[in-house]
């Protein structure tokens, strides 16, 4: 009997920061020969679609430069999403509530109309964060679920410790992380397969969204126990040399599969179809003219915000540090400025053609370039892991989630970036310190290190997705175990 067609339905949480990664790894699936329908809730899918559109017409080149190595198909689908408008997110929980009601129905009506017109969906790949809207899809039609975490595999260790050790909880941590906990408060010492000493510092919050902080740790706590409870494999975008000791020790504790299979990244002739915003190509050519090194990329990712005093703060730190610089000004990382609120971006033209600013930026042609010398970054795992994969030192600047803790990990145990002292009691880093900061990494004898440091996680990082490294393995792994 001719062996099935495979066909994944693909799940991504609707955030830039999952959307990518998903995508990422539905072409290295569709590259092993799975035919993939790639699903987005309606407001995503046309805002992709139009900037796709967009793409197109202004280069009339097919979308995917590599299209001839996919064996396998990626399809877009949409689905409707009633009750939730982007635009008008009140709460986390709202969104999360809205996603649950509104996206499981029409993923099971979906998985029916694929099956009835001949082309069977045989496994379900989504978020992690999405198990309880979407494992049911998969228990009614009797096919594995991969559930995919888009962060490091230390916070999730980390989640997995705050909710089984006796020693810890999360009513500990946020009680521990509240208000501006000095550098040396520790949480907890000696967790299995996490470094020595967290400190309160260190910890995951959603602080910035108010009320939801324990609303969104719960939420998580409970999408994580029960995929663990039910899907047929975990995968992480991560890999083994990065992250060791939190895949042995979570390994040992869960009982479905953890697959390292990062870093996620697409190659770079391969344009980006996932983007919420125009990718500014012509930034590129404007590195092309910048010497080796010598410019600092900044960018938050798509949920940070920025105050305008913190705003002035950078540039002016920015500014003094004479050095030129690439700074993604996202729409929306701003506040809508006040009546005659310009001076900030007017500080710019004092930068004599140093700096420039655009709204979204082709981030991993970016980080790949040349003249890139450092990376100032809100510490979002995708952009992490895209520096480390690019040899990138980095500055870190958390916000919210995880952020905090993937900072650590690049200041104190891989030693590829430094983390900005907070300096005054108004929550604020101040121009000095950003001036400093930027100094040390990109031209003193410490930045240095840094990059020298940073260069050897390239090359594992570079390492695990060749054909024999682990991350290729493990896709390997993941593919022979739904017998494909
Ligand atoms: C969110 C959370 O903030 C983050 O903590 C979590 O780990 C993942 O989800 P986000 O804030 O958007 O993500 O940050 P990040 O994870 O870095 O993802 C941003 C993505 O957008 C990256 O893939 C990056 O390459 C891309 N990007 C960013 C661009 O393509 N262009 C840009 O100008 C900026």
């Not at 329908?37 to 280069?59: A, C, G, S, W, Y």
């Not at 409870?229 to 992480?236: D, F, I, N, P, S």
């Amino acid at each position: 009997m001719a062996k099935e067609q495979q066909h994944a339905l693909a799940v991504p949480l609707p955030g830039q920061g999952h959307i990518n990664p998903m995508m990422r790894l539905c072409r290295i699936l569709a590259k092993k020969g799975v035919t993939v329908t790639f699903v987005n809730i309606d407001p995503i899918h046309k805002r992709m679609k139009e900037l796709r559109q967009q793409q197109q017409e202004e280069e009339e080149q097919p979308i995917y430069a590599s299209q001839e190595e996919l064996v396998g198909e990626i399809r877009r689908a949409r689905v409707p999403m009633d009750g939730l408008d982007l635009g008008q997110i009140v709460s986390m929980e709202a969104f999360f509530e809205a996603l649950k009601k509104g996206l499981g129905p029409h993923l099971h009506q979906l998985v029916l109309r694929l099956n009835r017109e001949g082309s069977r969906v045989t496994c379900l790949l989504s978020d992690m964060l999405l198990t309880a809207t979407t494992q049911f899809v998969a228990d009614a039609f009797n096919i594995p679920r991969i559930a995919l975490y888009s962060s490091s595999q230390s916070t999730l260790l980390f989640h997995h410790h705050l909710m089984t050790d006796p020693v810890v909880s999360t009513e500990h941590a946020m009680e521990v992380a509240r208000g501006q906990p000095r550098p040396d408060v520790v949480f907890a010492e000696g967790l299995a397969g996490l470094p020595p000493l967290i400190h309160a510092r260190d910890l995951p919050h959603f602080r910035h969204h108010g009320d939801d902080n324990l609303y969104m740790f719960r939420f998580m706590e409970r999408e994580m126990l029960l995929c663990y409870q039910t899907a047929h494999c975990v995968v992480v975008n991560s890999f083994d040399a990065l992250e060791r000791p939190a895949f042995d020790a979570l390994s040992s504790r869960v009982n479905p599969p953890l697959y390292g299979v990062g870093p996620l990244v697409d190659s770079l002739e391969e344009k980006s179809t996932t983007s919420f915003w125009k990718e500014d190509e012509a930034c590129i050519l404007w590195l092309d003219q910048q010497a080796p090194l010598s410019v600092l990329y900044i960018s938050f990712g798509s949920v940070t915000c920025l105050s305008y005093p913190q705003f002035e703060e950078i540039v002016h730190g920015l500014l003094s540090s004479q050095h030129c610089f690439l700074w993604v000004v996202r729409p929306g990382l701003l506040p809508s400025p006040p009546n005659g609120e310009k001076r900030s971006l007017d500080l710019f033209s004092a930068s004599h053609g140093r700096g420039r600013i655009v709204d979204w930026a082709p981030q991993l042609r970016v980080l790949a370039h040349p003249s890139i010398g450092g990376f100032l970054t809100h510490c979002g795992w995708n952009s992490t892991i895209e520096a480390i994969h690019h040899g990138v030192p980095m500055l870190c600047w958390p916000y919210f989630s995880d952020q905090y803790f993937n900072a650590k990990f690049v200041e104190e145990e891989w030693r590829i970036g430094l983390r900005f002292n907070m300096t005054n009691e108004c929550k604020m880093i101040e121009r000095f310190e950003i001036e400093r900061v930027i100094k040390v990494i990109m031209e003193g004898h410490e930045g240095k290190v840094l990059r020298q440091n940073a260069q050897k996680f390239k090359e594992a990082s570079n390492n695990a997705i060749l054909p024999e490294g682990s991350s290729c393995k493990n896709i390997q792994a993941l593919l022979d175990s739904l017998h494909i």
